[in-house]
């Protein structure tokens, strides 16, 4: 046995015994000390690194690890092993762009404006943001030696009364206050009732004095990202935001790795204590904070996310969506509440699924086409949501069609060494000179924020921009030199967009030829899968009259570098619009709206969905897509090359 | 600080780290040693006694310990305070008449009987012993990559063809299972279901191959003795039986010192721990192993206890209960899971509870009610529960009222130096030799048992004989002096029924004057309850054409016996018949039967409730009759003095 040191750069430490010959990361993993390995563990993605302190550790170098990398001691968790007591640190970076929380500060304005948005659409077609939610105040006749009545029969009695409906449900939650709270306050109460035709439900009961808010969260489980809102149910307001990784991350970056990880003994535990316990639990507890309100008093959620995302979150077996003939448990769930998965929000609160329409495409897509309102309109319209799985649905008031295909979790900053969300230290936007090769960044935050990494809005931008100045070949690889083009060792290329002095990082933040790589695979996942659908229904892409793009990429989004470098389709740029999160927007819309909710359910069943992996000329498509911009030039605007 | 040992006789120990000058009770309590103290710690009833080992104890002499018993090391806990590091032993005997668990063997038809006797004479009347619970097979095709459906819409619709209903509600507990039990089975299956008017609840799904029980429970919540049946559902088989100490006995013997303890600081929790975690839940595991049945595979659980138990059940304020105008929370609810509680039973099993009429009057006596059947008879009937809180239900088929008064844990063998409840090793019955004064016993177990204790009926007996001989005076004190009687250095005299050597206890089996005195106000309690509810009725005792004998103080009672104590009225002993735990059958019977549960909520609407405690002269009745057999000796037959 040997005793593991895992130090963060807090100063915490946590102190694991373990067996010599244990693989570091595996050890990690065990004890929960979260170390990003989006690759699972196959030293392909050079994500894991942590600094060897002391002690004695059996490591091989890896092309991830610079000479000097080495000699600083770092190394990669995956290919280390344990020969004796060893100390290592493991850096925040090494989860930089999943583990930082973000609660939003909501005098932004932004921040609240693509809800009311969302919100504003559907209300202009006639969603009306109305649900059972209510608060009903009552007032009693305190018992008497004469008037006995035992105190459930009176509050019963008083809201038949108010709210003319019979059959009055009183649950365990509700019951178990009833006493203290009559008391408290002198019978003089009001009541968090759901309404439905035939009967009440009472979620809640408080003195008549008190300020109540109705709670509400909708949130969006993405693969990499997971982001939601607190909002009061009664006026749709939104009172806290906030984003943050997905703690299943560190079991591998994309669906198919985290089913594969479920599949191991307690792996199903496991994910869905990584999403629920370590994730929506602590999200759901500092935006309550924020929020000056109880968790309890979220009376109802809404989550969208992928089929995957769904399955996991519910503890369900998955396995079956990834093999033939890919059949999920559930497209909808018919009773599901927040007790059944311990979610910190009152027991009795209902969750509401966004529908799955296929193994691949799940309540986020069925969430952001509501809010795209393509259904509603006569144009030929195209959504697409930029995730580590990207979904399209194109169609109009007529039909949809749907379908999905993996990109990573590029556009969301992963698989990128210096890739972060798009949150404070972005670098979301750059153009460069062609002539001194010197860029310009825009970065997300306060005036004067230095750049820690770079989002997927970003990315495009640099790729573009280092295209355009002829810094890389079509196939990304760097071909001019300057004092911003630095080669390691194993003679890979990288763009320095901020030395080390000038970033907010312990390193330079960079975009190496591995990265650019990456995000050429993402983009060209995106751009064959538009042309394989379209192609399937007959469709060319000039055919396209309105695009929406939604996802975490960032709303610095440029659509023309994004059309330049062979990602979107090559349509005026002025029918692109970016929709933000259209999954959480969406499920924010279902939260509050019956209607809402119900019209997503007729999307769901309206859609239809094309498999692309059995769709001939999918491979090949992809394969020419995998350049600056394409293998068929005429597709995309000729750009200067310098 | 000091460290306290509690040694067991088992050879366990627990050691506690606490302050000096620390109460050896609370000490106890804090760390979960349970101690009994039926009088909650006030030095009065003498049942913490343990045993000093060593170290350093401070500790007053009580009337409780005799000099012997003080030189061998005996102590009461609640007079005994914390000096220094210190070691105890606590004795079986302190909780003998609560802490053993018995499982019944079932191979005992006298077990199953009443049970059945139970079930016949409802279904006689017309209460079919039906319910909601089935089990449906359905046989599914497999998907295939043509038949996509996802898992939960082939279950449905299956369900809705094989029930004709269209709204099939599957919980999470049962989706959490479909993908795997579906594809393990070929998607040849049968589901437990609830099956409503209008909607099908899908507790349940398993394999078409497997043999299933559809489990149920029915538990009566005494103050003192808690005992459950678990049953098959579809055929009212019981599976097995058990009973053992309410849990909450060390935080007071009645009921009224359980509701203070719960208005101390976290006091519910603890009230709610002592009655769900350590006596049901270890109870419903030991029924079930010994049925052979998984505790998930109980899907309905029907509970009666009187309306103070039901409220520390359920974590609820019972303060109220106690205080003027005396309001329970509710007398029956409307929605109850196994979940709200962490009943070890399947999470969405429904909780039924019997229903409570009034403060002291719970769901115990309508359920024992429901099987007296009185109510469907044109005689006037008796029907008394003698249970720590003495119940009473006077009427026939055109009225009924109730009342309730405070017995105390005599009857169950609480508050009696040896007593016990009525299981193997209880003196159940006594005959005293008149010249002689020895006794002949009939104990409780196989034939050669040796007594350990005497429970209810047993201390009839030995009162009555005792009394008959002229042993003890209509005061219950010892007036003869003999080789069983013993006084001890206070004077308080006893009666020795087994001498150390022949009993199956570390000590004599005897009863004190002390006992006999709490017999006599507990028989006092009875009788004095019965003359006054009659009087409010304007009846008299000899219009009393039944009377119905329901509880925990054994089988083996003796009519005549109790007339002749001044305990039941003096009518015909052939009007007497005991019905065993009605309180037990009667939750046995609305567990089974929608009907027989539908019919006790109608019985306890249309019984009337009588308070006794405002009842004018009903304190003079008591004091009158806490005497053997009463003041007014014309009430009761001569018996021979000698």
Known sequence: MANVVFHFENGEKVVVSTALGENLLETARKSNVVIDAPCSGNASCGKCKVKYLGGKLDSQKTRHISDSEYEEGWRLACVSHIAGDVEVLV??????????????DLSSPQEVAIFEEAKAGLEEIGLSMENNLHIVKIRMEPPTLDDTMPDIERVIRALQEETGIQYIRIPYATLRKLPDVLRRNDFDVQCIIGKAQRHVFVYDIHGNNEDLIVGGLAVDIGTTTVSAVVVNMLNGKILAKASTGNGQIRYGADVINRIIESTKQGGRGRLQDAIVAETLNPMIQQMCRAAGISTRHIYRVSIAGNTTMNHLLMG??????????????????????????????????????????????????????????????????????????????????????????????????????????????????????????????????????????????????????????????????????????KHDAYGMGSYVLAFEAESGSVKDVELTEVDIDNFIRAKGAIFSAIRTMLRSLDFDISMIEQVYVAGGIGSGINMQNAINIGMFPDIPVECYHYIGNSSLSGAYAMLLSTKAERKTYELAKNMTYLELSTEPGYMDEFVACCFLPHTDSTLFPSVEQG
Chains 1, 2 share one sequence.
Request: charged share 20%.
């Open 316 to 485: 369900i077996n998955a396995d079956p969506l990834r093999m033939e003939p890919y059949i999920p448990a559930f497209f909808k769930t018919n009773s599901f509440y927040a007790s059944d998965i311990n979610l910190k929000v009152n027991p009795d609160a209902h969750i509401i699924m966004a529908p799955n329409i296929g193994s691949y495409v799940g309540g986020d897509i069925t969430a952001g086409t509501l809010v795209s309102r393509l259904w509603d309109r006569p144009e030929f319209s195209l959504f697409i949501d930029l995730g580590t799985n990207g979904e399209l649905v194109f169609g109009n008031s007529d039909f949809m069609m749907s379908c999905a295909c993996s990109a990573g979790p590029a556009f969301e900053g992963g698989d990128i060494s210096c890739g972060m969300r798009a949150t404070d230290g972005a670098i979301e936007a750059c153009t460069i000179d062609r002539d001194t090769m010197e860029p310009s960044l825009s970065i997300i935050g306060e005036e004067g924020t230095k750049p820690v990494g770079i989002c997927g809005s970003g990315i495009i931008d640099i790729i573009s921009e280092l295209f355009r100045c002829g810094i890389i070949s079509p196939k990304g690889k760097f071909i001019r030199e300057g004092s911003r083009v």
């Open 91 to 104: 850096p925040d970076i090494a989860s930089a762009y999943r583990s930082r929380m973000k609660v939003a």
